[in-house]
């Protein structure tokens, strides 16, 4: 009953994937009431069916699909915050001869999900006045974590000035939009897209950068 109630006050929903995400995010907020987070879990389908029914069962204003990712060499370094300014389903399409086709070029609706432009930009804007490094780009929606140079670089030449991929955006915001509720998704940056080395992630770098992009959500939602 407690979570109703604070689903039917709160403005804004916030979709992470895990627990360490939520924590994080709900850190930076600082308690504020006009957010409602949930953990919606890993991956398109997971992150598509739990915003749905959030949307279904509350009334908000916005859905910011927020968690951990890998940044694109060049683009986006680890410990930094890439606020999309497309959400992009890179993976989502066919393969020919002739290369990778999203589902744009096989007729079936689009593998980009606009974006609240002006809230996303003011919110890159607002970290970057915290003196936190905000990147506004495309992010990519992929259903496999690249493991090689080889699949990171096609997908730049697939979506050129992408900065960051992960694993959720374009389900959220296919629920979102299906719900008629604006989208936005903002990631902190864990690991370099390319040769799989887990090892190398800096996932509590990541947590910190989230944990900012909370704290900048309050200050312009
Ligand atoms: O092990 C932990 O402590 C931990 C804490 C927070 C998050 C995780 C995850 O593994 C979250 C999975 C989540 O991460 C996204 N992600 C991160 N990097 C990439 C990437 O290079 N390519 C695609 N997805 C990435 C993704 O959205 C997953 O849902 C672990």
């Given at each position: 009953?407690?979570?109703?109630?604070?689903?039917?006050?709160?403005?804004?929903?916030?979709?992470?994937?895990?627990?360490?995400?939520?924590?994080?995010?709900?850190?930076?907020l600082?308690?504020?009431?006009?957010?409602?987070?949930?953990?919606?879990?890993?991956?398109?389908?997971?992150?598509?069916?739990?915003?749905?029914?959030?949307?279904?069962?509350?009334?908000?204003?916005?859905?910011?699909?927020?968690?951990?990712?890998?940044?694109?060499?060049?683009?986006?370094?680890?410990?930094?915050?890439?606020v999309?300014?497309?959400?992009?389903?890179?993976?989502?399409?066919?393969?020919?001869?002739?290369?990778?086709?999203?589902?744009?070029?096989?007729?079936?609706?689009?593998?980009?999900?606009?974006?609240?432009?002006?809230?996303?930009?003011?919110?890159?804007?607002?970290?970057?006045a915290?003196?936190?490094?905000?990147?506004?780009?495309?992010?990519?929606?992929?259903?496999?974590?690249?493991?090689?140079?080889?699949?990171?670089?096609?997908?730049?030449?697939?979506?050129p000035?992408?900065?960051?991929?992960?694993?959720?955006?374009?389900?959220?915001?296919?629920?979102?939009?299906?719900?008629?509720?604006?989208?936005?998704?903002?990631?902190?940056?864990?690991?370099?897209?390319?040769?799989?080395?887990?090892?190398?992630?800096?996932?509590?770098?990541?947590?910190?950068?989230?944990?900012?992009?909370?704290?900048?959500?309050?200050?312009?939602?």
């Amino acid at each position: 009953m407690e979570n109703v109630q604070r689903a039917e006050e709160a403005r804004c929903l916030i979709v992470t994937s895990v627990e360490a995400e939520l924590e994080a995010v709900k850190r930076g907020l600082g308690g504020s009431e006009r957010f409602h987070i949930l953990v919606g879990g890993v991956g398109q389908a997971a992150a598509a069916a739990s915003t749905a029914a959030a949307l279904a069962l509350g009334r908000y204003e916005r859905v910011i699909t927020m968690g951990i990712g890998g940044g694109f060499q060049g683009a986006a370094d680890i410990g930094t915050v890439v606020v999309a300014s497309e959400i992009v389903a890179a993976d989502l399409g066919a393969e020919s001869a002739d290369g990778f086709m999203l589902i744009d070029e096989l007729g079936f609706g689009s593998a980009r999900m606009t974006v609240d432009e002006s809230m996303s930009r003011r919110i890159a804007a607002a970290l970057t006045a915290r003196g936190i490094v905000a990147a506004y780009a495309p992010v990519l929606t992929v259903s496999t974590v690249t493991g090689t140079a080889d699949t990171a670089a096609a997908l730049v030449a697939r979506i050129p000035g992408a900065a960051a991929e992960a694993m959720e955006g374009y389900g959220v915001a296919a629920a979102a939009k299906l719900m008629k509720v604006p989208v936005l998704e903002i990631r902190g940056i864990s690991n370099a897209v390319g040769p799989r080395d887990r090892d190398a992630w800096r996932i509590k770098d990541a947590l910190q950068a989230l944990e900012a992009a909370g704290a900048a959500l309050t200050g312009v939602i």
